[in-house]
């Protein structure tokens, strides 16, 4: 059974930095597209970020020019790195891979808390 490892979340001040990682436990072919979703309390899960195989990407409107997506294929491993944060990106982040075949894959989430 393929898992998806999500880390680097944490505490951080408004305006720092973090980077997400999510690991697959192990090489996942004909993935079509590699995601971060994020759900606060509260409130629906939402699409933040995706890539697809051909390395387009897409962001939500409330993380363009803060937030950016990649991935290295090598490591099964996708990032979310993530400038300038506010309060409100508090939230429990997801990392999803989505097979060509429509089957998804989902990570455990990772906390991340920006507050002062």
């Known amino acids: 059974q393929v898992q998806l490892v999500e880390s680097g979340g944490g505490l951080v001040q408004p305006g720092k930095s973090l980077r997400l990682s999510c690991a697959a436990s192990?090489?996942?072919?004909?993935?079509?597209?590699k995601a971060w979703y994020r759900q606060a309390p509260g409130k629906y899960r939402e699409l933040v970020a995706v890539?697809?195989?051909?390395?387009?990407?897409n962001y939500v409107d409330s993380v363009k020019g803060r937030f950016t997506i990649s991935r290295d294929n090598s490591k099964h491993t996708v990032y979310l790195q993530m400038n300038s944060l506010k309060p409100e990106d508090t939230a429990v982040y997801y990392c999803?891979?989505?097979?060509?075949?429509?089957?998804?894959?989902w990570g455990q989430g990772t906390q991340v808390t920006v507050s002062s």
């Open positions: 999803m891979m989505r097979h060509m075949s429509g089957y998804e894959y």
């Open positions: 192990e090489s996942i072919h004909n993935i079509y597209s």
């Open positions: 890539i697809t195989s051909g390395g387009t990407t």
